[in-house]
């Protein structure tokens, strides 16, 4: 589950058992159309569960996706649903990318750097495993502070950046959208006295994570490098 994506209610074709999840399937939309991925080589970094770059996999077609997270029961569930030919799940390290230099065409990493220990150790080896014209395709969210520092990293190494897109206004329209959907499904994996905790880690509407993306507190940026 990532924070979500939604413009003016534009809604993107689903099978009908992506439709729970079309908010976040959403911002995977956002990311794979920042860059022309058919036929390529491509790498998502902290792939969860994998329903994502399944989505990618499918309907942008590139030659070959890979999918890496540190949470190996994640991907122990990647592997039984989604793996094939054309689409293989890995445990590794954002931090430690186990990938020969100039080995992707694209790399996609959504939502998940505001947890790592160095996020400049992650983006040089982003930098590393990316062949020569190469993208990063990157959304994340940071308080005012640490977007600050977020991009003095990028400006520490040798991207340029193409696209930066302050996205939050998107953010609040999907998270308003999906909160019936992400209430239940709080209330049908958490016990009661949990499921406060749960709705503010799925930034229902109303709850703090939400009020701070609504303040500005919170904001969340796309990039393509």
């Given at each position: 589950m990532n924070y979500s994506y939604s413009k003016d209610n534009q809604k993107i074709e689903l099978a009908e058992n992506e439709e729970k999840d079309?908010?976040?399937?959403?911002?995977?939309?956002?990311?794979?159309?920042?860059?022309?991925?058919?036929?390529?080589?491509?790498?998502?970094?902290?792939?969860?569960?994998?329903?994502?770059?399944?989505?990618?996999?499918?309907?942008?077609?590139?030659?070959?996706?890979?999918?890496?997270?540190?949470?190996?029961?994640?991907?122990?569930?990647?592997?039984?649903?989604?793996?094939?030919?054309k689409i293989k799940f890995f445990q590794g390290d954002s931090q430690k990318l186990n990938f020969e230099d100039n080995a992707f065409d694209a790399v996609i990493n959504l939502e998940s750097p505001?947890?790592?220990?160095?996020?400049?150790?992650?983006?040089?080896?982003?930098?590393?495993?990316?062949?020569?014209?190469?993208?990063?395709?990157?959304?994340?969210?940071?308080?005012q502070y640490d977007l600050r520092k977020l991009n003095r990293h990028f400006k520490n190494?040798?991207?340029?950046?193409?696209?930066?897109?302050?996205?939050?206004?998107?953010?609040?329209?999907?998270?308003?959208?999906?909160?019936?959907n992400r209430e239940e499904l709080v209330r049908k994996l958490l016990p009661k006295f949990l499921q406060n905790l749960g709705r503010n880690f799925a930034a229902t509407e109303g709850t703090i994570t939400y009020n701070k993306f609504l303040t500005g507190e919170y904001e969340k940026l796309f990039k393509f490098l």
């Open positions: 079309r908010y976040s399937i959403q911002l995977y939309q956002l990311a794979a159309t920042g860059a022309d991925i058919s036929g390529k080589d491509i790498l998502e970094v902290g792939c969860g569960r994998g329903g994502g770059l399944t989505y990618i996999n499918r309907q942008f077609k590139p030659n070959s996706s890979i999918g890496i997270d540190l949470n190996k029961k994640a991907i122990a569930f990647c592997v039984k649903k989604y793996s094939n030919e505001h947890r790592y220990p160095n996020v400049g150790l992650f983006l040089s080896e982003v930098y590393r495993v990316l062949k020569l014209r190469g993208v990063l395709l990157f959304a994340d969210f940071r308080s190494l040798i991207y340029k950046c193409m696209k930066n897109n302050v996205i939050t206004e998107n953010v609040l329209e999907a998270l308003k959208l999906s909160t019936p």
